[in-house]
């Protein structure tokens, strides 16, 4: 009996085994993969959505003649984007790594010291909105002599109806001259992330 029981135990744990297989993948077949699996923003959605807020920055008519306007090369303060999502895991780490490494990538700006970026960033104190107050932005610009700051916030509205959910992300970005108290360039993307529940029998 107990060697019957072992055999079974073994057949099992084999078979599961068996069944496992991995591969690597580029990041556009993960991300169709990934949407076999879950609704949620992946990392696809991130490197997707920060493109398009650069690519919106170079046809902004704002910040095109904020940069005609500029001598040299305007020292940046990159502040945290925001997660107003309702879902805690929502990777936001990886969206603030995204845009600091592509606008650094682009190098049109001076980015503040990353040292002094965490140390202030600590004290910053923000608003419902996500968004930091203005008279600390001026005060912090002041200290780090930055000429300009980036906010941004995540929002996310979902629509659900008999096991069918739309999620509505919104990826906000505003460019703010800390000088002069003016807004440069305000920006938006969406990402909407379509599932059935009731097509896989959850």
């Known amino acids: 009996m107990k060697s019957t029981l072992v055999l079974l135990l073994s057949a099992m744990i084999f078979t599961s085994c ?6 690597r993948v580029d990041a556009k077949t993960s991300d169709e993969k ?3 699996i879950t609704d949620n923003w992946v990392a696809e959605d991130t490197r997707q959505a920060v493109a398009k807020i650069l690519e919106q920055m170079k046809t902004h008519r704002g910040y095109q003649k904020y940069m ?19 879902e805690a895991y929502f990777p936001i780490d990886d969206m603030n790594d995204e845009l ?5 990538a682009r190098g049109e700006f001076v980015l503040v010291d990353a040292k002094a970026r965490e140390s202030i960033l600590k004290e910053l104190t923000y ?13 912090i610009g002041k ?10 916030t995540v929002y996310m509205k979902p629509e659900k109806r008999d096991g069918k959910t739309l999620k509505e992300y919104s990826v906000n970005i505003r460019l703010t001259d800390i000088e002069k108290g003016i807004e440069v360039m305000r920006t938006r ?8 529940k009731k097509s896989y029998g959850w």
């Open 143 to 152: 200290q780090l002599g930055a000429d300009l700051m980036i906010f941004g």
């Open 34 to 36: 990934a949407m076999g």
């Open 189 to 196: 993307t969406r990402v909407y992330k379509y599932s059935d």
């Open 127 to 139: 608003q419902n909105d996500g968004m930091v107050d203005p008279n600390s932005a001026k005060s």
């Open 18 to 23: 068996a069944s496992f297989k991995a591969e």
């Open 100 to 104: 600091l490494n592509e606008v650094s």
């Open 68 to 86: 005609k306007k500029f001598r040299g090369e305007p020292k940046m303060f990159i502040a945290e984007v925001q997660n107003s999502t309702s």
